[in-house]
């Protein structure tokens, strides 16, 4: 085991340190963001933190940096206060990777990355088209966070687009037969393999596999 | 493509929408937060929601929910200021879900779940014997979620503990190789094959799969 101290952390160049610490936090999702200014130009840039923030009433948060390519993202939903997140799979990946360039706000991610604007109907911001699963939010709370200059940005859940065979009889939506893909790192694209699903934990006794469709768990 | 609106949402069990909520932001990391309390009483709790915040300072944050029964974890972050995040792998993936249990205050969960306490010089919370890649954190800011009454708990990393093999020389961590695992809604386990690292992305230039070691990014 190597053991790397603070001040380890802090001669590292920023480059190596920034691999570093983003490979901490363990495997992140993959999610592109859609807006829409009031000039009808859309935008579309990925992200590594979107979050679960509670179901009822339904909340995701994802973190926004202050000097981030991404910025026309916030000013967007600062704008129009709505926003879609849709889920990179594995036809995408490269596509949603490149979004990350630092495009001009006039320049279109989605022209400049192949990717297709799906709308529905009474709402500005776009889709992604070839996303299997993807939802629509409404801006709740943008929380300043001043330990680093970075903010929450806290939306609810509207209006949910997935594939129904996805949607499991217990609500659980198999996000591997989406070919959903993981992150690691800054730059590293992985798919998955389940393990398993397993029972709610309880103290007495210990929690066992139940099946994708969620039958074993009681 | 099924489209569920927010009036459907509303009138879901509680039950089956946090099965769906839960699995709308992607996969996520599955990680064990080890804590001690002035009695010297240790805890660990799994959590989904450790999130990258920035490399410099070294800032991770995480979600806490109010009624949660993790509620020990935060009780002993605010007494010690102190608190170790462990990835879970492969090996440890089920006892690591056991922690989520209702155990008591004076149940020790590693006790309960056959996970191993580990304790480096002059730190009281422990580590996660069995985790091939943990920290350190000091506690920051606990920013409260007025949205939903959830709190952020910011931390900053202050020790590594890692494989050193894993780290690879632009300090890109592989976490594939650790066997880390990847959650998706409440209780799916998943390990991972890597795609391909990608390149930096620039507007010129489609970004291109790169080495496990970061060859080819410039």
Redesign the interface.
Known sequence: ??????SQ?QV?S??????????????????LIGTIDNQQQTNLAIF??????????????F?M?PDSVERHTLENIKATKQYT?N??N?QI??SA???????LKN?CEFE?TGLTTEF?EGVGAPFVKESQ?K?LLTL??I?P????N?S?V?G?????????SA??K????D??SLN???L????????????????????ET??KA?S?D?NGSE
Chains 1, 2 share one sequence.
């Not at 609810?156 to 129904?164: A, G, K, P, R």
């Open positions: 085991m190597q053991h790397i101290n603070s952390l590292m920023n480059r190596y340190r920034a691999q570093l610490v983003n490979s901490l936090s363990g495997f992140k999702s993959a999610n590594s933190s979107v979050a679960h923030l509670g179901s009822s009433p339904a909340l995701l948060g973190i940096r997140i889920q990179v594995q990946w490269q990777h490149q979004t990350s360039a630092r495009y320049e400049k529905i699963l939802y709740q709370e929380v966070i001043k330990a680093n970075t929450f806290i609810e859940i509207t209006d949910i687009l997935c594939q129904q949607i499991k217990d609500g659980y939506i996000i591997e959903t893909v993981a690691s790192g800054l730059d590293s694209y992985h798919t998955t393999q389940r393990l398993s699903r397993l029972s709610y934990a309880k103290t210990a929690a139940i994708i969620g």
